[in-house]
C-alpha cells in the first residue's frame, strides 16, 4: 500500500485527479477495451470531480470511453431528488464532461426488486472486464462505501440498512427531518471494491484522523471496514497533513521519505505507472 | 416535420439567469422548442447532446415580453380601413421584425378604436406561438380602451371613448365575439371610475382577461376598489393619470396601499419583496408596466416606483408605428403622429406624448441605468415580471425545464447577441 501525504484538500485533490487522468490516458482506452472506473459521493471526492472537470475542457481528458460505476445510492429517493446520488454525481461530474450516458451505472434504489438489482450491478461489472480502478472516500468510523462497521470483509452489492449515527448526520440534507431521511441504501460491498485492479482512497480532515490510523497501522478488521485496503495488491491512499494527526510519527515519516527517495534519487521521469505504481503529480 | 425535430441542444459556457441569480457551470439543454431538464434526458433516455452551442461567456436569459405596443415598422395594430390578408401580413411582419430586438412574446396594443375595428381585427390577433417564420409570439392582445376617461385620452381619439351604461354587455357589444373566446384577449385596460366599468371587472376576470387601470383619473380610494374588484396591473404608469400628490396618490398611490386584500394564491401576483405589505404572502399590489425611454418617465421617478415596488415592475415599450423607422409622420389608431429628430413622438401640433419609438431592448437597458439595479433584475422586469402577469410563468420568461425555448445571448452591456425562438436561431443583420 502506498501513502501519499499532501498540505490539504486542494493538494490532494489535484494529486488524485491527475493520478486519474495519466492513469486513464496511459491505458489509452478504446470502444473494445474501456476504462472502467469506480467513483464515490460524498465531499471528498468534489474537489477531484472539479479538476477532472477542467482537464476535460482543457481538452487534456476524454472520458468517451471511460464506464463508471458508482459505490451507493439510496433506497426509496426518486432518481431527481435533490439528495440522491444520480443527482450529485450528474451535478459535480456528468453534466460536465463527455461520458457516454450508456456508459454511466448507478444503482437503482427504486428498482422493484432491490437483490436482482445489486447482482445484476455485480453482473455489469463482470461483463465489462472488473473495475480498472475504484475512487473511493472514508466515513470517520472507517467505512468504505455503506459497509459500516460490521460489514462482512468478502461482502457483495447488497441493501444495507443505514446506522442511526449516518442518518442523523444526513438529516441536514433532508430539512433536518429524521422521517425524511432514506434508512436503506443500495451499495457495493467491501470486496466489491477490493476486486478492482486498483483502490485509490481519499481522506482529508483531522475528524477521520483515527479512522486512517485504524485502517493502516492496525490489524484487517471489520469494525474499520476500509482496513481491507491492507490485502489489496494495488492500494493507494491520499490524505492531508489533518488526517494523519493519529498516525505514529514514524509512520508518517516513512511514507513522506519514500516519496522523497522516488523525486530525489529516481526521478519523476522513470516512472512507469504500471511498475512502480507512484506518481508524483503536479 | 422539422429538420430539428428531436434535435438535444446544451449551450456550454454560459453565465445562465436560474433561479433569480447568473450562474457558472451549468448549462442549458433544450428540445423540440422546449427547455428540458438533462439528468431525466441522461439517466431515463440515454440521451447526450446532438448539438453544442458554445455561449462564450454571454450571459444568457430569457426571450422578452412586450405587453403593450401599438406597432411598428410603419404598421398600426388598430388600422381596420386595410383588407384581413394585409392585416395578417403587417402582423407578420411586425412580429419578425421585432425578434432582433430580443422580444419573442408579445401583446400587439389596440388603441381606443370603433367597435368595427375591434371586430374586425382581434380575430387575426390571435394567441400564436413563436417561431423563426411567424415571428415572436402573440400572448394575446392588449386592448387598451375605449372605456377610458377622456379627461386622461391621452392619444387617444375623444370620440370613440364610452362608457358601460350595459355593464357588460356594452363590452361584449364593443369588442363583440372574441372577449369570450380564451384564445384572443389578454389584457384590457379600463378606467374603473367610468360609468358601469367597476361593477364589470369581476366578470372579466372571469374570463381569464387580465385587467389594467390606465387612461384615468381614479383618485387612491377608487383605484383601490378597481383592484379589489380583481384588477392586477396598472398601464403606464405616471402616463394619462393624475401626477402623484402627497394628499391624494392617486393611481400613483397603489405602491404604496398596505390595506389591500392579500390574495389566496401566488397566480397572477407579484411575489413578495421587502417593501410588501406581507413578506411571506403574495403581494396584493398591483403589476406597473413602465416606458423606460427617459422621455415618458423621468429616470428619477422610474427609481422611485421600483424601490418602492421592485416585484411588479413591467417593462413596455408602448411603441408606435414609428418605431424601427426613421423621423417623419406616422398613424395611430386614427390620430396623426409626428417624431421629431430626437425620437420623441407627439400627437401632431401638440405637445401630448403619443407612445414611443423605444425598443424592449433598450428599456431593459435604460431600465437597468436609470435604477442601479442588478442585471437579474433589470431582465427579470421585461421576463419574469410580465410572464407572472398573465400567469404563464412555467413556459415565458424563465429558463426552468419546460418553458419555451426562447432564449437570448447578452454582452455584459445588455446587448443582443444572439436570439433563440422555440429553439431555432434567428438569423440577426435582417
Redesign the interface.
Given at each position: 500500500m502506498r501513502l501519499i501525504i499532501r498540505e490539504d484538500y486542494d493538494e490532494v485533490s489535484n494529486y488524485v485527479a491527475n493520478y486519474v487522468k495519466e492513469r486513464i490516458k496511459q491505458f489509452a482506452p478504446t470502444a473494445d477495451r474501456p476504462f472502467v472506473l469506480g467513483l464515490p459521493t460524498g465531499s471528498s471526492p468534489i474537489g477531484t470531480y472539479n479538476k477532472l472537470v477542467d482537464f476535460f475542457k482543457s481538452g487534456e481528458l476524454s472520458f468517451e470511453h471511460v464506464i463508471t460505476f458508482n459505490m451507493d445510492e439510496y433506497v426509496g429517493l426518486p432518481?431527481?431528488h435533490p439528495q440522491s446520488y444520480?443527482?450529485f454525481m450528474?451535478t459535480n461530474l456528468?453534466?460536465?464532461i463527455?461520458i457516454?450516458?450508456?456508459n454511466?451505472h448507478?444503482l437503482d434504489g427504486n428498482a422493484p426488486d432491490l437483490d436482482a438489482e445489486c447482482k445484476e450491478f455485480e453482473a455489469k461489472i463482470a461483463r465489462v472486464g472488473g473495475i480498472e480502478l475504484f475512487l473511493g472516500g472514508i466515513g470517520p468510523d472507517g467505512h468504505i462505501a455503506f459497509n459500516e462497521p460490521g460489514s462482512s470483509l468478502t461482502s457483495r452489492t447488497r441493501v444495507k440498512t443505514l446506522a442511526y449515527e449516518t442518518i442523523i448526520a444526513n438529516a441536514r440534507f433532508f430539512e433536518g427531518d429524521i422521517g425524511k431521511v432514506p434508512k436503506l441504501a443500495l451499495t457495493v460491498g467491501v470486496a466489491t471494491v477490493m476486486d478492482a485492479r486498483e483502490v485509490v482512497v481519499t481522506i482529508t480532515g483531522a475528524h477521520k484522523a483515527i479512522a486512517l490510523a485504524k485502517c493502516i497501522e492496525e490489524g484487517v478488521n471489520h469494525m474499520w471496514t476500509v482496513s481491507a485496503i491492507q490485502m489489496h495488491p494495488k492500494g493507494l491512499i491520499v490524505c492531508d497533513e489533518d488526517s494523519t494527526l493519529e498516525l505514529h510519527v514514524k509512520t508518517v515519516k516513512y511514507f513522506k521519505s519514500i516519496e522523497h527517495v522516488h523525486q530525489a534519487l529516481i526521478g519523476t521521469e522513470n516512472l512507469s505507472l504500471q511498475d512502480i505504481f507512484f506518481f508524483v503529480g503536479t | 416535420m422539422s429538420a430539428t425535430e428531436g434535435k438535444v441542444v446544451k449551450v456550454v459556457n454560459a453565465r445562465l439567469l436560474l433561479n433569480h441569480e447568473i450562474v457558472e457551470n451549468t448549462y442549458l439543454w433544450f428540445r423540440d422548442g422546449k427547455i428540458v431538464d438533462p439528468q431525466a434526458l441522461f439517466f431515463n433516455d440515454h440521451r447526450e447532446p446532438d448539438e453544442i452551442i458554445d455561449a462564450h461567456n454571454a450571459i444568457v436569459v430569457p426571450g422578452y415580453l412586450d405587453v403593450q405596443i401599438n406597432g411598428a415598422f410603419g404598421i398600426d395594430f388598430a388600422d381596420e380601413s386595410l383588407s384581413t390578408e394585409e392585416i395578417e401580413k403587417n402582423r407578420d411582419t411586425v412580429a419578425l421584425g421585432l425578434l432582433k430586438y430580443g422580444c419573442t412574446s408579445f401583446c400587439p396594443t389596440l388603441v381606443s378604436s370603433a367597435p368595427p375595428v375591434y371586430h374586425k381585427v382581434l380575430p387575426l390577433l390571435r394567441k400564436r406561438p413563436g417561431s423563426v417564420t411567424n415571428g415572436a409570439g402573440i400572448l394575446g392582445v392588449h386592448i387598451e380602451g375605449p372605456f377610458l376617461n377622456p379627461e386622461k385620452k391621452g392619444a387617444h381619439k375623444e370620440e370613440v371613448l364610452r362608457t358601460a351604461e350595459h355593464g357588460i354587455e356594452t363590452f361584449d357589444e364593443t369588442y363583440g365575439p372574441a372577449l369570450e373566446r380564451g384564445d384572443s384577449i389578454a389584457i384590457l385596460t379600463v378606467a374603473p371610475e367610468v360609468d358601469g366599468v367597476l361593477a364589470c371587472i369581476p366578470s372579466l376576470v372571469t374570463r381569464g382577461i387580465c385587467i389594467s387601470i390606465g387612461h384615468s383619473t381614479a383618485t387612491v380610494t377608487e383605484a383601490e376598489l378597481g383592484v379589489r374588484a380583481g384588477a392586477t396591473c396598472i398601464t403606464h404608469l405616471f402616463n394619462a393619470m393624475h401626477a402623484f400628490h402627497h394628499r391624494d396618490a392617486g393611481i400613483c398611490g397603489l405602491l404604496g396601499s398596505t390595506t389591500l386584500p392579500i390574495p389566496k394564491s401566488q397566480k397572477q401576483h407579484p411575489t413578495p419583496s421587502a417593501s410588501s405589505p406581507s413578506t411571506r404572502n403574495p403581494d396584493p399590489r398591483p403589476f406597473y408596466g413602465l416606458i423606460c425611454d427617459g422621455i415618458h418617465v423621468h429616470p428619477n421617478s422610474v427609481r422611485i416606483a421600483y424601490h418602492s415596488h421592485p416585484k411588479g415592475v413591467v417593462l413596455v415599450t408602448d411603441a408606435l408605428s414609428s418605431m424601427g423607422l426613421p423621423p417623419g409622420c406616422y398613424h395611430l389608431g386614427e390620430y396623426e403622429i409626428e417624431v421629431n429628430g430626437d425620437n420623441v413622438a407627439y400627437v401632431k401640433g401638440t405637445t401630448t406624448l403619443a407612445g414611443s419609438n423605444i425598443t424592449i431592448d433598450r428599456c431593459v437597458k435604460n431600465f437597468r441605468k436609470f435604477t442601479k439595479c442588478s442585471i437579474v433584475e433589470a431582465v427579470e422586469a421585461a421576463t419574469l415580471h410580465p410572464a407572472q402577469l398573465l400567469g404563464i410563468e412555467k413556459v415565458k420568461g424563465t429558463l426552468s425545464p419546460g418553458a419555451d425555448a426562447d432564449i437570448l445571448f447578452l454582452n455584459d452591456e445588455l446587448d443582443i447577441l444572439r436570439v433563440f425562438v422555440a429553439g431555432e436561431e434567428v438569423e440577426l443583420g435582417k
Open positions: 432518481k431527481n444520480h443527482t450528474w456528468f453534466a460536465h463527455n457516454k450516458a450508456e454511466v448507478i | -
